[in-house]
């Protein structure tokens, strides 16, 4: 089946630094990558998405590329602010297989930016 | 706009009570989704509608029972829960149900006393 694996949490940084959240996957034929952003109190949020390999999504100064190589779909900013603290979640879409049409998501990873 | 609202925002209620949780979205899209989210977890599907129709059923508690009344509406109508179903309940919508960009509403947080 699919799986999404994310690097574990929490993060914990200063503003202006540098993010990278690791997330790697498992699915079959060729999913549709997604980060969607939680903040505290409210719903999902769709950060950005790629939808095949080598495509990079690109939203509010987040960035990803899909790597199908590696299964890799990693987040990065180039500074963050404290305004970014929230959860983060990894998720996927396969085309095909039993999931057809399902979410998968990794277990979310919790940054924290502080002043 | 990629708007999907939900109401009420926040709900108690107790073991015997009935109560329903509605999802409304006006993107055209064909496919809406319930999921429920225990704290600090990932949301975890419950049912899935493709064209006003039930597709996937999770394997939820009968206590549970969703409602499709047109394209735009999602029902999720609540019987008899127990303390540990207490969650935030997320719905969403996608064009067609495959693999397009689900989108979610702010949530419903249910606390069942």
């Known amino acids: 089946g699919n799986s999404v694996t994310q690097m574990e949490g929490p993060v914990t940084l200063s503003e202006e630094a540098f993010l990278t959240i690791n997330c790697t996957y498992t699915?079959?034929?060729?999913?549709?990558l997604f980060w969607y952003v939680q903040y505290p109190g409210e719903g999902l949020q769709l950060l950005l998405k790629?939808?095949?390999?080598?495509d990079k999504g690109s939203n509010k100064g987040f960035e990803a590329t899909y790597r199908k190589e590696t299964t890799s779909f990693h987040l990065e900013k180039g500074s963050v602010q404290v305004s970014d603290s929230a959860v983060y979640f990894c998720a996927l879409i396969s085309a095909g297989g039993t999931s057809y049409g399902k979410l998968t998501f990794g277990q979310g990873t919790i940054l924290t930016v502080h002043p | 706009d990629t708007e999907v609202t939900q109401t009420p925002k926040h709900l108690v209620m107790g073991m015997t009570n009935k109560k329903s949780l509605k999802c409304e979205q006006h993107m055209g899209h064909r496919a809406m989704y319930w999921y429920k989210q225990k704290a600090k977890k990932p949301p975890e599907l419950m049912f899935v509608y493709s064209y006003e129709k039930l597709s996937i059923n999770e394997s939820v508690p009968s206590r549970f029972s969703p409602e499709c009344p047109n394209s735009s509406l999602l029902n999720l109508h609540l019987h008899a829960l127990q303390p540990e179903d207490s969650a935030l309940y997320l719905c969403a919508s996608s064009h067609y149900g495959t693999q397009e960009t689900q989108y979610f509403g702010p949530g419903t947080r249910l606390l069942v006393l």
């Open positions: 790629a939808t095949k390999a080598d």
């Open positions: 699915a079959t034929g060729y999913p549709s």
